[in-house]
């Protein structure tokens, strides 16, 4: 059965470093998507792909994250710098058509990030 | 603003024992409603959802769960829990091409 993958699984890093977070959706699947689950919480949307397109990025701290979809396959969300609040669980989700909720979304299983 | 609440943050069941997890949500309209489940470490995985017709909907695992629009409720339910199914329950609302809104989590524990 086809997955979304991520990676790394686990990072950790001190703030003010960058880190990168990369995710390979389930093949055809036109729209992916960035949350971020803060401990104890339900995820939160932050970027929104239809391909290589961004649909919404409204909840994204655009002063530090950054996301691609180049290509409209794969995607890497960036933090620059890092700070401790940005500790969290990053999911990766994707789905076949153009951004309907009527059509499943699949999840990776996460990149846990550790700000020092 | 669409918004879930989950009222109960924690819940212990024995195993063989009945669940019920409870979701409200407030949404402007017609809501899509949605259960997933996330193991420790895990991703999240979608047990049910709810679009239209049928107010009981059936899912996976076992589980079903009751659309009650007088109520705004979808709550979630199995009839008899197994240890495997100890994990963190997420409710979610949403609609056509609006995001998906999560609730906060009910963490659900099985005792033998």
């Known amino acids: 059965e086809a997955e979304v993958a991520q990676s790394p699984r686990y990072k950790i890093t001190e703030k003010s470093q960058a880190v990168a977070f990369w995710c390979d959706p389930i093949s055809g699947h036109a729209t992916l998507y960035w949350y971020r689950q803060i401990l104890g919480q339900g995820p939160e949307l932050l970027v929104q792909f239809q391909d290589e397109s961004v649909v919404d990025d409204s909840q994204l701290p655009k002063d530090r994250f950054s996301a691609e979809r180049l290509k409209g396959v794969d995607s890497t969300l960036k933090i620059q710098p890092a700070e401790l609040g940005d500790s969290a669980m990053y999911l990766c989700?994707?789905?076949?058509?153009?951004?309907?909720?009527?059509?499943?979304?699949?999840f990776g299983p996460g990149t846990r990030l550790t700000v020092l | 603003a669409q918004s879930v609440t989950q009222p109960d943050i924690h819940i212990t069941v024995s195993e063989g024992a009945s669940l019920e997890l409870r979701c409200n949500y407030s949404y402007g309209a017609t809501p899509y409603l949605f259960w997933y489940v996330q193991s420790p470490g895990q991703g999240l995985q979608l047990l049910l959802k709810y679009f239209s017709g049928d107010t009981l909907v059936q899912g996976i695992k076992g589980f079903e769960a009751e659309f009650k629009r007088s109520q705004s409720s979808f709550n979630l339910r199995k009839p008899s829990v197994h240890w495997s199914d100890a994990a963190e329950y997420f409710c979610?609302?949403?609609?056509?091409?609006?995001?998906?809104?999560f609730g906060t989590g009910t963490r659900l524990l099985v005792s033998p």
């Open positions: 979610a609302v949403g609609a056509g091409f609006q995001k998906l809104v």
């Open positions: 989700a994707s789905s076949f058509r153009q951004g309907n909720l009527a059509d499943t979304q699949y």
